[in-house]
């Protein structure tokens, strides 16, 4: 069974930093896509960034320039590094693995940004 499990989160004021990890288990990591998503409570899950398998990555507008997504696929690893954190940021972080018609989600974790 497929496992992808998030840590990092938690709660830290306005400007400040976090750095998540997702740690994948039972895929062939150096495959797939990897991103991380954001849902807070009665909105859709929205796309934060993406990174494929070769490296390249995707990121949302309202991330661009303070969020940074990277690999380690000998860890079978993503991480989402944030800086420069906004009260807007609070949601529940989720990690996916995608590869064709292959789709799986992490438990997801929360981020809390207030002072």
């Known amino acids: 069974q497929v496992q992808l499990v998030e840590s990092g989160g938690g709660l830290v004021q306005p400007g400040g930093s976090l750095r998540l990890s997702c740690a994948a288990s039972?895929?062939?990591?150096?495959?797939?896509?990897m991103g991380w998503y954001r849902q807070a409570p009665g909105k859709q899950r929205e796309l934060v960034a993406t990174?494929?398998?070769?490296?390249?990555?995707n990121y949302a507008d309202s991330v661009k320039g303070r969020f940074t997504i990277s690999r380690d696929n000998a860890k079978n690893t993503v991480y989402l590094q944030m800086n420069s954190l906004k009260p807007e940021d609070t949601d529940i972080y989720y990690c996916?693995?995608?590869?064709?018609?292959?789709?799986?989600w992490g438990q997801g974790t929360q981020v809390t940004v207030s002072s």
């Open positions: 990174i494929t398998s070769g490296g390249s990555t």
């Open positions: 996916n693995a995608e590869r064709f018609t292959s789709r799986y």
């Open positions: 039972r895929i062939i990591f150096s495959m797939y896509t």
